[in-house]
């Protein structure tokens, strides 16, 4: 059996949805991890905007 760190996963989900957010050109992303996404920033300046906490 092979142990996965969740806190690994999440992270990589969250860095994916950043990626896929510069490469699409859009600041709107759907998570349910509102705090990470609250410090994170959409181009170095403006939020990332989460539909799902909308």
């Not at 760190?5 to 991890?33: E, K, P, Q, W």
Request: glycine fraction near 10%; hydrophobic fraction near 50%.
């Amino acid at each position: 059996m092979i142990a996965v760190d969740t806190g690994f996963l999440y992270a990589l989900a969250n860095a994916s949805l950043v990626l896929l957010a510069g490469h699409m050109g859009d600041g709107r992303i759907l998570s349910a991890d509102e705090r990470d996404f609250g410090a994170y920033r959409w181009k170095r300046r403006k939020p990332f905007r989460n539909l799902l906490a909308a």
